[in-house]
């Protein structure tokens, strides 16, 4: 059974930095990209960061660069999001995501999620 | 990276069809066919339906499809139930390793 478990999050104050974990099993990780999304209290869903199983390709949103950085430990199975300089809009749940491979690509869809890990930046 | 532009909420009855618009540019769905569908009911995680514009995971119902034309990106869900009434988010690659959802849409089956 494939499981992707957060960990890492809670309450910290603007500024700050919090630094997330995703730790997989139930699949062959090192095949497959992971990648983080976030939803905001009621709101939608806002893709993060992304990185292949190789880590040879890495994405960030707009919103994140520059502040985030996402890396992998393959023989840990898992996946970190370091988070610095953290804002209030930073605030939302954040679901770290197995990628799903189509013919083409592994990159770009998402099959398995976790339940997620609340941040909550406020001062 | 702007959101994809969805409505933000649709509703109909039971039996019916529907299709929810996602509108992006001609950077992100206009260029590429690497389109993809999530369904979210409430207080769970998202659910890939539809992926690659219009290609469906092994599991998921014949009566979700998908399509795109220019910038644009549909879901048609046909025969309605209620199991359906969920929020809808549409994603696209938009070049450059970066991926952009849509806005969401509330689907009522009313």
């Known amino acids: 059974e494939v499981q992707l478990v957060e960990s890492g999050g809670g309450l910290v104050q603007p500024g700050r930095s919090l630094r997330l974990s995703c730790a997989a099993s139930?699949?062959?990780?090192?095949?497959?990209?992971i990648h983080w999304v976030r939803q905001g209290p009621g709101k939608g869903l806002e893709w993060v960061s992304g990185i292949s199983w190789d880590s040879a390709t890495i994405g960030y949103a707009d919103s994140v660069k520059g502040r985030f950085t996402i890396s992998r430990d393959n023989d840990k199975n898992s996946v970190y999001l370091q988070m610095n300089s953290l804002r209030a809009e930073d605030t939302a749940l954040y679901y770290c995501?197995?990628?799903?491979?189509?013919?083409?690509?592994?990159?770009?869809?998402?099959?398995?999620w976790g339940q997620g890990t609340l941040v909550t930046v406020s001062s | 990276q702007s959101a994809l532009t969805q409505p933000a909420s649709v509703s109909e009855s039971p039996g019916q069809s529907i299709t929810i618009s996602c509108t992006g540019t001609s950077s992100d769905v206009g260029y590429y066919n690497l389109v993809s569908w999530y369904q979210q009911h409430p207080g769970k995680a998202p659910q890939l339906i539809i992926y690659e514009v219009n290609k469906r995971p092994s599991g998921v119902s014949n009566h979700f499809s998908g399509s795109k034309s220019g910038n644009t990106a549909s879901l048609t869900i046909s025969g309605l139930q209620g199991e359906d009434e969920a929020d809808y988010y549409c994603c696209s690659y938009a070049g450059s390793s970066n991926l952009v959802f849509g806005g969401g849409t509330k689907l009522a089956v009313l």
């Open positions: 139930g699949f062959t990780f090192d095949d497959y990209a």
């Open positions: 995501t197995k990628g799903y491979c189509s013919s083409t690509n592994c990159y770009t869809y998402f099959d398995y």
